[in-house]
């Protein structure tokens, strides 16, 4: 029964956190209860070494640059004119407000990687004009909750810098493995759209002479340039300076949030409150993150100690599981735990775990890391804890209901998990881009 103890600790663990116990105390508390309990308060000492350890890993910190970044760009208004001029562009196409959404979604993942800013901002100004314009209420919610999570899989992606650290590979090569992918996932996103715009044109129409002509006089050519100089002139800072070689991802980072400001106060919407807000929200999301990880840090350690690892190899050899076979299992796993736990949890839970596994079976971690953050992305959009679902559905009309966003979502998990299924048997579709 006691070389099971590693088990029932991670399903104890489990159990409390879908009961809605704080995670990062649940993590932690439970760790040393039964590390005190089999071993003693001397095993502790490690702990706080790995935690030293964590303050002193400077890749970390560009986690709460990003979420500076993301959050203050939110307040400059790039969103809002970089949807409207792309509302302007494609308006006149069947479908062409649902595929300004997905671009501009991909161009501010490119620049920012904030989930909630993204679906939040989109929801706000896409979803009403996409349902007067007569697009059915959950093909327009569907396409504005994955296109705003694809700041998961799209560089720079705190999932992706998150993901470096807990596979101990570099985060540099992980943003650079997961262009390639993103891209084709948008251009996945696009071609659903299209081919569903020619099988429904009842529930994603063109745009009126009217509307488009609205679009049109609102907006000056100057005004036009700058929605796109600017969003380009981050992704250049951030991603660019990171495949360059100029920078490292953190370095990018700081770059980022300074650049972020500045873009806030060309503007002219930077002012104390706006910063007041901004430092405020990076500074609770930051500190959820690193509580978690040292929680997860704890649970990692007495896992370990109870020989949880050995356990698990152990398990795999008796089921003669090949590499393919994990890799599967273990996609499954991530998929089934996205629909009732939050990605940060899941990455400081269960990727520490099955690391060791990987490396042991002689599989490529950039690979692997590509494949969980595509996983991860679908934990945004499945019920019923599907954040960018919570986030839309806050800013929806009230004729936007539920129902509508789940039904709306369907397609896109669909295509994402073909698509992660694709990553699976053609792993060099991550180094498309070298």
Known sequence: MTEYLPLILFGVVFIAILLGYPVAFTLGGIAVLVGVFIFDTDFFYLLSLRIYGIMQNFVLLAVPLFIFMGIMLEKSGIAERLLHTMSMLFGKFRGGLAIAVVIVGAMLAASTGIVGATVVTMGLISLPTMLKSGYGPAISTGVIASSGTLGQIIPPSIVLVLLGSV???????????????????????????????????QRIPKISKEQFQEFKNEGSSGEILKSFIFPFLLILLVPGSIFVGIASPTEAAGVGAFGAVMLTGLSKKLHLKILREVTQETTKLTSMIFMILIGATAFSLVFRALEGDKLLLNLIAEAQLDATRFLLLVMIIVFVCGFFIDFIEIIFIIVPVVAPIFVSLGVDLVWIGVLLALNLQTSFLTPPFGFALFYLKGTAPPEVKTKHLYQGIIPFVIIQLAFLGLLILFPNLVYLVK
């Open 167 to 201: 596979l101990n590979v570099s985060v540099g090569s992980l943003f650079l493995a997961a262009i390639g992918p993103g891209i084709c996932l948008v251009t996945g996103y696009l071609v659903y759209i299209i081919v569903y715009g020619q099988l429904s044109p």
